[in-house]
C-alpha cells in the first residue's frame, strides 16, 4: 500500500508543475501549446527539483539576439496576408466562456467539506482515514489518517477505491480488498484477503463563488464577483484574441521544406527533456520501493517506440514552424526588443530580480530572446485584429 502511496506522490508532483505551468504569463501558455506538456514539466521540474537544467543547451541553433542561427526564416515561409484580420468579440468572450473558466478554477481550489451530504462518485477527491489488516492483525504500510484520495486513481490496491463509491462524509465501515498475486512490495501480503476499517472524513468540493471568498483568494485581481467575472472576461478576450491571430498565421501561412540543423536541435531538446523527466521520477520512484515504475521512457509517456516519434516529430516540426512564422512576421514589421524585455518575459516565467543571472545560465541568452521576440511578434499581429460585436 505505502508504494502505491508513493506512485501518487509522483502523480501529484507533477500535477503541481503543471499547474505552476499554466500561471506563466498568456503568452508562455500560447507559446508551449505547440509542444505537449511533458517537455514543458521536465523544464519546471528542473527548476523546482534542484536539476542542473543547463546541461541541456536550450539556446542551440539560436544567435544571441534570439534569431534562428544561419537561417533567412524569409525562405521558408510564405506570410498570410494579415492586413485585414477580423474577429467577433462575442466568440472571443462571452457569458457562458466566462462561467466555465470561472467554474474550472473553482474546480482547482477544491476544499474538504466534512458535512458534505453528497455520495462519493468515480473522480471524487476524498479524505479518508483507514486501517488495513490481515487475519485480524494490522500490516506495515496499511493505516493512514487524513489522507487525500481521488477515486478511480488507482492509487490503492485492488477494488479499494471503487468500495468507496456511494458512501458519504462521517461515515465508517470496512471493506474487503485483496492483494494481486505478484505483488512484490510486500510479498507477505501476496494474493491475501485483507480488511480495512475507512473513515470518511469528508469530500473536495468546488467552493461557492461569494464576495467573500474573492476577496480572499483573488485580491491582485478583484474584491467581488462583478469585479472578478470582469477580469476573467478581459483576461479570455486577451488570451483568445492572441491565440485567434497566431492560429490564423500558421493554418494560412505556406511553409517550405523546413530547416533540418534547426529541426534536428529542436527535436534533441525534445527527447532530452522527455528523457530527463522521465528519469527524475523514475529515480524518484525507486529510491523509495526499489522497483522501477515503468520499463522505458516511452512507457512513461504511454506510447510505443514508434508512437512517440511520431508524436515527438510533428511537435518539434510545428514548434519550428512558430518560430519561424514569429520571426518572420518580427522582421517583416521592423520590431526590436530591448534587454527590458527580455527580463520582463523572466520574471514572468517564476524567476526573481535577484536570480535573472541564474536564468541566463539556465537557458542561454538565446532561448529567452527568441521567446520575447516571438511574444512581441504575436502581440504585433493582434494589434491588427480588427474585432468587430
Known amino acids: 500500500m505505502a508504494n502505491k502511496e508513493l506512485k501518487a506522490v509522483a502523480k501529484q508532483k507533477k500535477a503541481t508543475q503543471r499547474k505552476r505551468q499554466q500561471r506563466w504569463t498568456k503568452f508562455k501558455n500560447l507559446l508551449w501549446i505547440v509542444i505537449p506538456c511533458l517537455i514543458v514539466i521536465g523544464i519546471i521540474g528542473a527548476i523546482y527539483y534542484g536539476e542542473v537544467s543547463n546541461k541541456i543547451d536550450h539556446s542551440a541553433g539560436l544567435t544571441k539576439d534570439g534569431k534562428i542561427e544561419g537561417v533567412n526564416v524569409q525562405d521558408y515561409i510564405k506570410l498570410a496576408d494579415y492586413s485585414g484580420l477580423k474577429a467577433k468579440k462575442s466568440e472571443l468572450v462571452n457569458d457562458t466562456l466566462i462561467d466555465e473558466k470561472i467554474q474550472e478554477t473553482l474546480n482547482e481550489n477544491k ?77 507477505d501480503l501476496a494474493g491475501k484477503d485483507t480488511v480495512f476499517e475507512v473513515t470518511i472524513n469528508g469530500i473536495y468540493e468546488a467552493p461557492e463563488l461569494t464576495d467573500e471568498y474573492v476577496a480572499a483568494n483573488f485580491s491582485d485581481h478583484a474584491t467581488t464577483v462583478e469585479e472578478y467575472r470582469k477580469y476573467v472576461g478581459d483576461t479570455l478576450y486577451e488570451d483568445n484574441l492572441m491565440k ?51 520499463k522505458d521512457m516511452y512507457d512513461y509517456t504511454g506510447m510505443t517506440k514508434e508512437e512517440y516519434n511520431k508524436s515527438a516529430q510533428t511537435a518539434t516540426d510545428d514548434t519550428a514552424k512558430f518560430y519561424i512564422m514569429a520571426q518572420a512576421i518580427f522582421e517583416k514589421e521592423g520590431l526590436s526588443i530591448t534587454e527590458a524585455d527580455v527580463e520582463e518575459l523572466i520574471l514572468s516565467s517564476g524567476y526573481t530580480k535577484s536570480t535573472i543571472e541564474t536564468a541566463y545560465k539556465d537557458y542561454g541568452k538565446g532561448y529567452w530572446y527568441q521567446n520575447t521576440l516571438a511574444e512581441k511578434a504575436i502581440r504585433n499581429l493582434m494589434e491588427k485584429v480588427e474585432v468587430t460585436d
Open 111 to 187: 476544499v474538504i467539506n466534512a458535512k458534505s451530504t453528497a455520495e462519493i462518485k468515480d473522480g471524487d477527491k476524498v479524505s479518508i482515514n483507514y486501517k488495513g489488516t490481515l487475519d485480524g492483525e494490522a500490516f506495515e504500510g496499511g493505516s493512514a489518517d487524513n489522507y487525500d484520495l481521488e477515486i478511480g486513481s488507482g492509487t490503492f490496491v485492488g477494488n479499494f477505491e471503487e468500495q468507496l463509491i456511494g458512501h458519504k462524509a462521517g461515515e465508517t465501515f470496512k471493506i474487503e480488498v485483496k492483494f494481486p498475486d505478484n505483488y512484490k512490495n510486500n510479498p
Open 244 to 294: 485567434y491571430a497566431e492560429d490564423y498565421m500558421t493554418d494560412n501561412s505556406t511553409f517550405a521544406d523546413l530547416p533540418k540543423n534547426y529541426v534536428k536541435k529542436l527535436r534533441h531538446l525534445y527527447d532530452l527533456s522527455v528523457k530527463k523527466e522521465y528519469e527524475y521520477y523514475d529515480t524518484y520512484y525507486y529510491q523509495y520501493t526499489g522497483t522501477h515504475m515503468w
